[in-house]
């Protein structure tokens, strides 16, 4: 692997769908920069390896997807407090003296979408809805919590899973099972839904937002399609909405700047871009 440019990579397994290569490909072309982004798919019994050895990669850094974040945060020598709280790292790279630094970036994916796209949206933090329990609802828990949300309710099919997430995160995070739904609804300002429902191939996401006050922000962070019935439906009744495309790419934006040097910003070529490439409508 040469090391004439500095190279990151997504890494897991699968990684072959990955849409990080055509992030972080526009990016250092609009820069003008040296470097490149590739994919290293990194089967799970080479893994542990693979991360406790990252500087033999020719990688200054590398982006890390399912199944992997874990088995990744536990080989970095450093990691900030996300990575540390939620105890899986996306985002990797080598500090000076060559010691593996990690990051958890998702939660800063889905504030950086809202402060793009709802600036005011947290101005007055209140009682967040969350639908899911899974890895992105842990991300986004913490990212409400960072902005001071009052309470954070988490709804689940699998009370149990949130539960984990609420004694993890102490007495402002509550769990609840999908029968508390309709009650919750009326206390929500935000209402956010991390499940996998409503997704094209997936199960719809069945909820009736009569009891939602209509000035809740409602987001989705499923994203294919980029407006889902959920957003659909919110909109249709004075909701403001906010898509989950944009999740994705402001959760890449921290590792390019390490990478890279640049701190690159989440346009609307970009977002074009990627929704030609996931075959989505604008
Ligand atoms: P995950 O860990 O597998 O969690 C999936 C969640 O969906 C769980 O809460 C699960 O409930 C729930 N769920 C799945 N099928 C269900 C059903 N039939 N009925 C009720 N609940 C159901 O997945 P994840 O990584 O958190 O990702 C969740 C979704 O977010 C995916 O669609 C993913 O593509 C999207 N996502 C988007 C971004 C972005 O950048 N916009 C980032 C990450 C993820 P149980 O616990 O009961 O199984």
Known sequence: ?????????????????????????????????????????????????????????????????????????????????????????????????????????DGLGFLGNLDQLSPDWDNAPGTALVLGAGGAARAIVWALLSRKFTTVHIVNRTQEKAQRIADEFGSKTIAHGWEKLGKLLEEADLLVNTTSLGMTGKPPLEID?????????????????????????????????????????????PGFERWFGVRPEVDDTLRALILEDLGVSA
Not at 222 to 248: H, Q, S
């Open 1 to 105: 692997m040469s090391n004439i440019f500095p190279k990151a990579a997504i890494t897991g397994h699968p990684v072959a769908h990955s849409r990080s290569p055509l992030i972080h490909g526009y990016w250092l072309k609009k820069h003008g920069l040296a470097g490149e982004y590739g994919r290293v798919d990194v089967a799970p019994e080479t893994a542990e390896a693979f991360y406790r050895n990252f500087s033999a990669s020719g990688l200054i850094g590398a982006n890390v997807t399912v199944p992997h974040k874990e088995t990744a945060a536990a080989s970095c020598d450093w990691l900030d407090e996300a990575a540390r709280t939620m105890g899986a790292a996306n985002t990797l790279w080598l500090d000076e003296s060559g010691k593996l630094c990690g990051a958890n970036t």
């Open 209 to 253: 937002l009569a009891p939602l006050p209509t000035t809740a922000l409602v987001t989705d962070i499923v994203y294919v399609p980029l407006e889902t019935d959920l957003l659909k439906n919110a909109a249709a009744r004075g909701n403001p909405t906010v898509d989950g495309l944009g999740m994705l790419l402001h959760q890449a934006v």
